[in-house]
């Protein structure tokens, strides 16, 4: 089992950053690829980033492409989202989430972990 606890959310003005952390718990958290989705009021999740299990590849939404950066540190059991650039339209509560991979790919869909959220506001 993994267990994760996502922190760094707060309120920032448009253009400013954040930096945004998921802590796992769990021997399996080096096996699974990382996931950050997000939830704004009113509208569905929606995916935001995802990394492999070793951090070698990134896939990124096309509307935070250039401004946010997925990382991760498996010796910590760590993984980042640090987000610059900010714009209103990204408010929202942002997840962390993971999946099990047998080999080093990016996620699929099949997140087995979700964290609980944390909450970012950025006002115009």
């Known amino acids: 089992q993994v267990q994760l606890v996502e922190s760094g959310g707060g309120l920032v003005q448009a253009g400013g950053s954040l930096r945004l952390s998921c802590q796992a718990s769990?021997?399996?958290?080096?096996?699974?690829?990382v996931g950050w989705f997000r939830q704004a009021p009113g509208k569905e999740r929606e995916f935001v980033a995802a990394i492999n299990r070793n951090g070698t590849k990134t896939y990124y939404l096309d509307r935070v492409k250039g401004r946010f950066t997925l990382s991760r540190d498996n010796a910590k059991n760590m993984a980042y989202l640090q987000m610059d650039s900010l714009k209103p339209e990204d408010t929202a509560v942002y997840y962390c989430a993971a999946e099990p991979k047998p080999k080093n790919e990016l996620p699929r869909g099949g997140y087995a972990y979700w964290g609980r959220g944390t909450q970012v506001t950025v006002s115009s």
């Open positions: 769990g021997r399996t958290f080096s096996s699974c690829a």
